[in-house]
């Protein structure tokens, strides 16, 4: 077995936590390897100032990782799994989904303890068109205005008082040490997740076998199994980041799995939700049949319009 391995990683503080805590893992679970770690840039971390669903996507985030890995600089590239797309490039494949961390939303105010708290016309930022829907529908009275950058600069945005709320990812936060800044955790009930939210995955060339032997003593089975439910449901719907999708599979009693699921308009107004309960073995099946009843209750509709809209022109 090879001694050294590297990992292309963005140079965010979220993305090189996560590569930092992927590579003390490994290096406990093999102790004469050794984990290098190759920082960089991607486009997504340098443009800013524009919607993400505008300027390419969840690819954003990946695709100069993979880039670098073709290259030969790169072995492996660790990513949250909410930025993978569902279809990977040709050669590419997923090696570890790691233990789930807490797949919620975060509410973050310096004024207001709470989402049901803030007063009527209160400017609530998020990147997220799936938040931004479902937290509309509950209060359409707020000023909900878009909010990049990485968790620092969204957090320095809200203590210069552009918001009186801000919604990130509570793994983020907890990731960076940064409990204490929230202040409500949305349940699932409040805020569907995203697919896949507070999941690290390894991702590495199929044809690498010495890798894959490396790497997947890190995959979590229960938590590679709501992947697959919840990616499954996304697949089906052809989602990305440009639309409001939630889903949360949870692993029940008796080899069981739920998995619930919605799709909202842009504005809230309309959000279609059901769900599922199966076996476990069948995760994907169960994902799928999942997206095509919400496309059959409507679904259809919505995305083709929100396809349609602004979010990708431009």
């Not at 003390?24 to 679970?29: G, I, Q, R, S, V």
């Not at 960076?176 to 202040?183: A, M, N, V």
Request: glycine residues 8%; charged residues 30%.
């Amino acid at each position: 077995m090879r001694d050294t391995l590297r990992i292309a990683t963005r140079k965010s503080p979220l993305a090189m936590w996560q590569a930092e805590f992927v590579k003390a893992e490994l290096e406990k679970a093999h102790p004469n390897l050794k984990v290098e770690l190759l920082p960089m840039s991607t486009k997504g971390d340098k443009i800013l100032d524009v919607p993400l669903a505008k300027i390419g996507g969840k690819g954003l985030f990946t695709k100069e990782l993979e880039d670098r890995m073709i290259a030969g600089e790169a072995d492996i590239a660790v990513h949250s799994m909410k930025d993978v797309p569902m279809e990977l490039p040709e050669g590419f494949a997923l090696g570890a989904i790691l233990e789930r961390h807490t797949p919620t939303d975060a509410f973050v105010s310096n004024k207001y303890n709470s989402f049901r708290e803030l007063p009527k016309g209160a400017v609530l930022g998020t990147s997220s068109l799936r938040r931004k829907a479902q937290l509309m529908a509950k209060r359409p009275d707020l000023d909900v205005r878009d909010l990049r950058g990485n968790v620092g600069t969204r957090l320095g945005k809200l203590d210069a008082d552009e918001y009186d709320a801000i919604v990130l990812a509570t793994s983020g936060l907890q990731r960076l040490e940064l409990d204490e800044r929230i202040r409500h955790e949305l349940t699932p009930e409040d805020c569907l997740p995203a697919v896949t939210q507070g999941t690290l995955g390894i991702e590495y060339f199929a044809k690498d076998k010495e890798v894959l032997e490396i790497i997947s003593v890190l995959n979590h089975k229960p938590t590679e199994i709501r992947t697959i439910a919840e990616r499954a449901m996304n697949h089906r719907l052809e989602g990305g980041c440009q639309v409001p999708i939630g889903v949360y599979a949870e692993l029940l009693g008796n080899e069981q799995i739920k998995v619930r699921g919605l799709v909202a308009s842009l504005d809230g107004s309309v959000i279609i939700r059901n769900q599922v309960i199966g076996p476990q073995s069948q995760a994907a099946s169960l994902g799928r049949v999942l997206g095509e009843a919400l496309l059959e209750q409507g679904a259809k509709a919505i995305l083709d319009e929100v396809y349609a809209s602004d979010l990708n022109k431009g």
